[in-house]
């Protein structure tokens, strides 16, 4: 059984940093894809970043030099978060895409993710 469970949200104020992890278990597609979404209230899902097995890299515009995502040899998914900003707030998610990579659009695309984190919240003050 797979299973996401993200840690390390909080509050925080604009300028400051905090560093999201999410613990994989159960995944063992060693071509795959893992990212990070999330919604602010009222809005869509939002992919943030995700990283695959080509060490392929792919950030949303908005957190382009602000945000880092990362992973480990243990399957820990991680998200540096600098600079914070109060658009940031909001419920973050990893994700995992099994036997496929990333791409430009596709890690944008919540549907192209077939396992989710229940989410963690991230609230950023002016």
């Known amino acids: 059984q797979v299973q996401l469970v993200e840690s390390g949200g909080g509050s925080v104020q604009a300028g400051g940093s905090l560093r999201l992890s999410c613990a994989i278990s159960g995944f063992t597609y060693k071509k795959n894809c893992l990212g990070w979404f999330r919604q602010a209230p009222g809005q869509a899902l939002e992919g943030v970043a995700a990283v695959d097995t080509w060490d392929d890299y792919y950030y949303a515009e908005s957190v382009e030099g602000r945000f880092t995502i990362s992973t480990d040899s243990t399957w820990n998914l991680f998200l540096q978060m600098n600079n914070l900003k109060p658009e940031d707030t909001g419920t973050y998610y990893c994700?995992?895409?099994?036997?496929?990579?990333?791409?430009?659009?596709?890690?944008?695309?919540?549907?192209?993710?077939?396992?989710w984190g229940q989410g963690i919240q991230v609230t950023v003050s002016s």
């Open positions: 994700a995992a895409r099994a036997d496929n990579l990333c791409g430009r659009i596709t890690f944008t695309r919540a549907d192209q993710f077939g396992y």
